[in-house]
């Protein structure tokens, strides 16, 4: 072994070892929320990453900056097999995938470098003009940071340059070792067509270096960017929602009789889930969720980025802590981002932060509308709104924090069954003179109608919806459907409660309508 060699397998095995070390803490701060299984319907999760994750279907919405995404995540797909080749050759110089390979697939994977390599540049290059000239709007706000971002960038370009400069420099070293497949790298090459082998060579030795401690340095440095999800995305895509069909906005379930249970809904990161945290280290800053949220657009001060990146911050404010990890000259680089009270320097402080108040605000969660439109949006399958709602069901069930307008919905749906202070005695009075029976008077006359026609809060009560409601009845009579209504042992099905966080006044009322429901 060469003292070349020698010198780079210290650096590797100090690289990945300090890459290990820094994986093991993240895996162990997500490993603070609470368990959940997400390992059913494996096929579904897998059709997730080859759509979501590899085909990047929800990046490419965005045609511009999606392909430009896309090209760069692709090139990184293909450039990882490259990389492994030349970490190989570090450590053993004479090792080269023509050896291992069938020439066939040699040659297009030989060919696949080159050109990603360009690719990804070009994508880099437009990635810089976009963020520096062209200042998309979801890409500012939330007191975001660039200068992640645009280091990313460099480096990423760094890494192309230089393996496209190695190639370059061993086409005038070592002619023969590069097959015609390596055209972009033999032009590049022109350039230097003057310089004597050696000096080729020990250009070619100088550029592989440096692509090689980038791409080390590449591996240590995404613990601590929001680039992070380099790593994270497939993984989390994989363990993101599968959204069955009539599942899709279902909210998560509680049990509000476990044994043992203190805590209801949550208030700092523990109380969430291990994958809300993988959220946490997956989201890209990328703005999406955003720009599609109506509460944001109309002015209101929620910002589901802002959820999700506050909510990576706070664990990595308290994680060190509570996991008794002393690399804290880590943490304030990893707090980065935006908002939030980042940046507390004594324990006791710390732990007297929390999630709720100190990084996300009551304010920012009863602007919320439940509208989903930044779970659809987010390309890496992150759930901002089930953070959003577990935060609001500690408000309510653990700390009686509402905002007065909800007050009287509250008490109207557990007094009248309905958000609004209609008596329940007036639900049926739009089917009045309609000869329409209740499901009981037809059980009454020992007939089982076919149809149950649910009405719905609306529907009983509003003057709109109640002639909708006419109409609709009068197309059931003329179709001569046999149906009937609940009438009176109807209510709400308390979603707007649910929604608002009283999962107890929900499931209360939720309970009594399956009763009824049984009943027929
Ligand atoms: S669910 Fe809430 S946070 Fe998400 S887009 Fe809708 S209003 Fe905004
Ligand atoms: S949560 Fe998703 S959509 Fe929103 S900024 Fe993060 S990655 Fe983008």
Same mark, same amino acid.
């Given at each position: 072994?060469?003292?070349?060699?020698?010198?780079?397998?210290?650096?590797?095995?100090?690289?990945?070892?300090?890459?290990?070390?820094?994986?093991?803490?993240?895996?162990?701060?997500?490993?603070?929320?609470?368990?959940?299984?997400?390992?059913?319907?494996?096929?579904?999760?897998?059709?997730?990453?080859?759509?979501?994750?590899?085909?990047?279907?929800?990046?490419?919405?965005?045609?511009?900056?999606?392909?430009?995404?896309?090209?760069?995540?692709?090139?990184?797909?293909?450039?990882?097999?490259?990389?492994?080749?030349?970490?190989?050759?570090?450590?053993?110089?004479?090792?080269?995938?023509?050896?291992?390979?069938?020439?066939?697939?040699?040659?297009?994977?030989?060919?696949?470098?080159?050109?990603?390599?360009?690719?990804?540049?070009?994508?880099?290059?437009?990635?810089?003009?976009?963020?520096?000239?062209?200042?998309?709007?979801?890409?500012?706000?939330?007191?975001?940071?660039?200068?992640?971002?645009?280091?990313?960038?460099?480096?990423?370009?760094?890494?192309?340059?230089?393996?496209?400069?190695?190639?370059?420099?061993?086409?005038?070293?070592?002619?023969?070792?590069?097959?015609?497949?390596?055209?972009?790298?033999?032009?590049?090459?022109?350039?230097?067509?003057?310089?004597?082998?050696?000096?080729?060579?020990?250009?070619?030795?100088?550029?592989?270096?440096?692509?090689?401690?980038?791409?080390?340095?590449?591996?240590?440095?995404?613990?601590?960017?929001?680039?992070?999800?380099?790593?994270?995305?497939?993984?989390?895509?994989?363990?993101?929602?599968?959204?069955?069909?009539?599942?899709?906005?279902?909210?998560?379930?509680?049990?509000?009789?476990?044994?043992?249970?203190?805590?209801?809904?949550?208030?700092d990161?523990?109380?969430?889930?291990?994958?809300?945290?993988?959220?946490?280290?997956? !989201? $890209?800053? /990328?703005?999406? #969720?955003?720009?599609? =949220? &109506?509460?944001? @657009?109309?002015?209101?001060?929620?910002?589901?980025?802002?959820?999700?990146?506050?909510?990576?911050?706070?664990?990595?404010e308290k994680?060190p802590v509570v996991?008794n990890?002393?690399?804290d000259?880590?943490r304030?680089?990893?707090?980065?981002?935006?908002?939030?009270d980042?940046g507390t320097t004594t324990t006791a402080a710390v732990l007297e932060n929390r999630?709720?108040?100190n990084?996300?605000?009551?304010?920012?969660?009863?602007? !919320? $509308?439940? /509208?989903?439109? #930044?779970?659809?949006? =987010? &390309?890496?399958? @992150?759930?901002?709104?089930?953070?959003?709602?577990?935060?609001?069901?500690?408000?309510?069930?653990?700390?009686?924090?509402?905002?007065?307008?909800?007050?009287?919905?509250?008490?109207?749906?557990?007094?009248?069954?309905?958000?609004?202070?209609?008596?329940?005695?007036?639900?049926?009075?739009?089917?009045?003179?309609?000869?329409?029976?209740?499901?009981?008077?037809?059980?009454?006359?020992?007939?089982?109608?076919?149809?149950?026609?649910?009405?719905?809060?609306?529907?009983?009560?509003?003057?709109?919806?109640?002639?909708?409601?006419?109409?609709?009845?009068?197309?059931?009579?003329?179709?001569?459907?046999?149906?009937?209504?609940?009438?009176?042992?109807?209510?709400?099905?308390?979603?707007?409660?649910?929604?608002?966080?009283?999962?107890?006044?929900?499931?209360?009322?939720?309970?009594?309508?399956?009763?009824?429901?049984?009943?027929?």
């Open positions: 072994m060469t003292a070349e060699n020698a010198l780079f397998v210290a650096i590797l095995t100090l690289a990945a070892g300090f890459f290990a070390l820094n994986v093991q803490r993240l895996v162990h701060y997500v490993r603070l929320g609470f368990p959940e299984p997400r390992h059913d319907r494996p096929a579904a999760r897998l059709w997730n990453v080859l759509t979501v994750g590899i085909a990047q279907t929800k990046i490419l919405r965005d045609p511009v900056a999606g392909l430009m995404h896309a090209t760069i995540f692709w090139g990184f797909m293909v450039l990882t097999a490259g990389t492994v080749e030349i970490l190989v050759q570090g450590v053993f110089p004479a090792f080269g995938f023509d050896d291992v390979l069938p020439h066939a697939l040699f040659v297009p994977y030989s060919l696949s470098q080159d050109v990603f390599a360009v690719f990804v540049l070009g994508a880099v290059g437009f990635a810089f003009f976009r963020r520096l000239v062209l200042h998309p709007k979801r890409l500012e706000g939330d007191d975001l940071e660039h200068w992640d971002a645009l280091f990313i960038l460099g480096m990423i370009a760094g890494l192309m340059v230089t393996l496209l400069l190695s190639g370059a420099f061993l086409g005038v070293a070592r002619p023969v070792l590069l097959g015609p497949e390596k055209f972009i790298t033999r032009g590049l090459g022109t350039a230097f067509a003057g310089m004597s082998p050696e000096a080729a060579w020990t250009g070619f030795r100088a550029s592989w270096w440096a692509h090689a401690l980038l791409i080390l340095f590449f591996l240590n440095y995404l613990p601590y960017s929001k680039h992070l999800h380099v790593f994270t995305s497939l993984i989390n895509v994989f363990f993101s929602n599968t959204n069955w069909k009539g599942e899709r906005a279902t909210m998560r379930a509680m049990d509000l009789e476990a044994e043992g249970v203190e805590q209801f809904g949550a208030a990161v523990e109380h969430l889930s291990w994958k809300n945290l993988l959220d946490g280290y997956t !989201c $890209t800053e /990328c703005g999406r #969720c955003t720009a599609a =949220c &109506p509460a944001n @657009i109309t002015g209101k001060v929620l910002s589901p980025r802002k959820i999700v990146v506050n909510t990576r911050q706070r664990l990595m994680a996991t990890d002393h690399m000259f880590s304030s680089r990893l707090v980065h981002g935006e908002g939030g980042a999630l709720l108040d990084y996300i605000t009551e304010e920012e969660l009863w602007a !919320c $509308t439940s /509208c989903r439109a #930044c779970v659809q949006e =987010c &390309p890496v399958s @992150i759930d901002q709104l089930d953070v959003i709602n577990q935060l609001r069901r500690n408000l309510v069930l653990m700390e009686s924090r509402f905002p007065e307008e909800v007050q009287p919905a509250f008490e109207s749906l557990e007094r009248n069954g309905s958000p609004w202070a209609f008596s329940p005695t007036d639900r049926a009075a739009w089917a009045e003179g309609m000869s329409i029976p209740t499901m009981a008077e037809a059980l009454e006359q020992g007939r089982r109608p076919d149809v149950l026609f649910w009405v719905g809060c609306m529907g009983s009560f509003d003057d709109r919806a109640k002639k909708i409601t006419v109409a609709f009845a009068r197309i059931l009579k003329a179709a001569k459907i046999d149906f009937a209504i609940l009438g009176q042992e109807e209510h709400c099905h308390v979603d707007p409660a649910r929604r608002l966080g009283n999962e107890y006044l929900y499931q209360m009322l939720a309970k009594d309508t399956i009763g009824t429901l049984d009943r027929y």
